[in-house]
């Protein structure tokens, strides 16, 4: 089934100058751009989009970092991108992370942050509909 999926680049591998590898494996990947844009994410945004973590102990440092520079925020699309996608991206924490995936292949040595792990993208059909209107 072709689906959409929010994905974003974070601040840390905007930062590390990866937006271009990225785009690069989604696309190479099969996965059409259907929008992007760069932004500063506003606090009151990152706080909707990471709701579900508000009260965890990771939380304030993650809003923190998801607001610290700029992102690039985009809708990937593609035969059932939303694992798909999570598949390519790999484990939330990239000392976890296998090679051939995104963090798996672009984590800083020795990984210092779970919280800083590049990508984020979609985990559910619900969530990528809530992201897709939050952020477009
Ligand atoms: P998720 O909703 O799975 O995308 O998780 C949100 C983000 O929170 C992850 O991508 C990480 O940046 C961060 N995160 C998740 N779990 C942890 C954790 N145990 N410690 C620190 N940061 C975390």
């Known amino acids: 089934m072709i689906e959409q999926s929010l994905v974003i680049i974070k601040p840390d591998a905007v930062r590390r100058k990866l937006i ?3 785009l690069n494996r989604f696309e190479t990947e099969g996965l059409l751009i259907k929008k992007l844009k760069m932004i500063q994410i506003p606090r009151e945004l990152a706080e909707k989009h990471y709701a579900e ?3 965890k102990d990771f939380y304030p440092n993650l809003i923190k970092f998801i607001t610290s520079g700029n992102v690039v925020v985009m809708i990937l699309e593609g035969e059932n991108a939303i694992s798909f996608i999570r598949e ?6 990239p000392a976890e992370a296998e090679k051939g995936t995104i963090r798996g292949d672009f984590k ?3 990984v210092k942050s779970v919280t800083e792990n590049m990508v984020h993208a979609s985990d559910s059909k619900s969530s990528a ?3 897709i209107e939050l952020f477009f």
């Open 20 to 22: 271009g590898m990225i």
């Open 53 to 55: 973590h508000e009260g």
């Open 88 to 93: 390519l991206v790999g484990a939330t924490n």
């Open 108 to 110: 800083e040595q020795p």
């Open 129 to 131: 509909r809530r992201e």
